[in-house]
């Protein structure tokens, strides 16, 4: 058994054998500018990115002219919520999100803030999911945009992203979706939305490229570009494309598009049975949004009177997270789980596990012994040290 074990899955994923071999073409043999359309090399990288489109597109349920490529998810969100409050702040300057957006949204949003904008950021219920009605009560003839995610990076609870976007669209608002960590994992529809994010690396692809979807019609989404210069992906992303990456992607996505049905229940199985685990063997154990709809890979744990940054280190053999990798470093409770209604002091007891396309059986038995040895040690230290220090 390799060590350490893997379990970081939300943070980034390795890149699937089958998709490597479909880029490394275009890093050696197959050069082209996809903007060169006088010669065959062009060409090729062109029809690459052709067929990578269409994969996009198809996972998404899509159509191949609705995506644009971009280098991640954060560049995508960035584009979209920047793009439409300067293209439709005549019509309003109100946007509505939630207060466990990955923090690309919130940041996003709070920059719009700085420039005149006015954001909702709404709370959600103890399970993680926002309850419909207050949205609604949310919504103003100044709102032009509602961006919800689809599924939290953190503690992996699903949105009811359909119930959300009804009611965006009856108010006729364009709603958005951070789709980067449901992407792959659970059917993703873009029938409910009218803007969609997403990124290869979280999805057995590259890193450096993701995609954007903008409805076309009914309503045509409009957006004023972040990036300009070249007029490469319909003039909303100037630069030359990266071709390899953006093979990759499709690639990534036609794999996941065949695995999703038997991978998630596969995975569901392991999750499900890492977590009786813990919970059986642990006292004081709490499984963060296990009463709502999750992804199928995602467990978010509180070992209660137990330091997070303090068992992460004990669990050598492990690889984990205390929570999102782009605030991992910054030794803050999560703001997701503060929202959820968690203290401070459950908030940093909590280790996210996420689990994936080549985690085994064999590992995730091993990671629950490895958790419960830790967890006892390091709670048996901290009795041991309180005892000691009462007169």
């Known amino acids: 058994m390799k060590r350490p074990i893997y379990l970081d899955y939300n ?21 082209g ?7 065959a090399l062009g060409w090729a990288a062109e029809e690459a990115v052709a067929q990578a489109r269409e994969a996009v597109a198809a996972l998404l349920r899509a159509e191949a002219g609705d995506v644009v490529f971009t280098s991640g998810a954060t560049e995508a969100i960035n584009t979209a919520i920047k ?7 005549r019509r309003g300057r109100h946007l509505v999100t939630v207060q466990t957006e990955h923090k690309a949204v919130l940041d996003t949003c709070r920059a719009l803030e700085r420039q005149g904008f006015d954001v909702t950021y709404l709370p959600v219920q103890a399970d993680g999911r926002l309850d419909p009605a207050v949205l609604d009560a949310a919504l ?6 509602v961006a919800v995610m689809w599924a939290n990076n953190e503690t992996g609870v699903l949105q009811p992203i359909p119930e959300l976007a009804a009611l965006a669209r009856a108010r006729e608002i364009l709603f958005m979706t951070d789709a980067t960590q449901a ?3 659970v059917p993703v529809d873009v029938s409910h939305a009218d803007v969609l994010t997403c990124s290869a690396h979280k999805i057995y692809g590259p890193k450096g490229v993701g995609a954007l979807y903008l409805r076309r019609r009914n309503p045509r989404v409009r957006l004023v570009p972040l990036m300009d210069g070249g007029g490469q992906e319909h003039g909303l992303r100037g630069g030359t494309l990266n071709v390899p990456g953006i093979v990759g992607m499709g690639a990534a996505l036609e794999v996941a598009r065949a695995a999703l049905p038997e991978e998630a229940g596969y995975l569901e199985t392991l999750r499900n049975r890492f977590e009786a685990a813990l919970s ?13 709809p999750r992804l199928p890979q995602t467990a978010n744990i509180t070992f209660h009177g137990v330091e997070a940054a303090r068992l992460v280190l004990a669990l050598r053999d492990l690889a984990v997270s205390t929570g999102s990798a782009c605030s991992s470093g ?11 209604g968690l203290s401070d ?28 040895a830790a967890v006892e040690h390091l709670r048996k230290q901290t009795a041991f040290a309180t005892s000691e220090s009462v007169p």
């Open 11 to 31: 943070a980034t994923t390795p890149v699937d054998e089958r998709v490597l071999a479909r880029m490394m073409p275009f890093f050696t043999e197959h050069y």
């Open 33 to 39: 500018n996809a903007s060169s359309k006088g010669h």
């Open 83 to 89: 793009g439409v409050a300067g293209a439709y702040a």
């Open 140 to 145: 103003t003839d100044a709102t032009i945009l």
């Open 183 to 185: 992407v792959g994992k």
């Open 280 to 292: 059986d063997r642990l006292p004081d154990v709490q499984v963060n949004g296990q009463a709502a």
């Open 330 to 340: 910054n030794n803050r409770p999560s703001h997701v789980l503060k929202a959820m």
């Open 345 to 372: 002091a459950e908030a940093v007891a909590t280790i996210r596990f996420s689990l994936g396309r080549f985690t085994t059986p064999e590992e995730i038995d091993y990671a629950s012994d490895h958790v419960v």
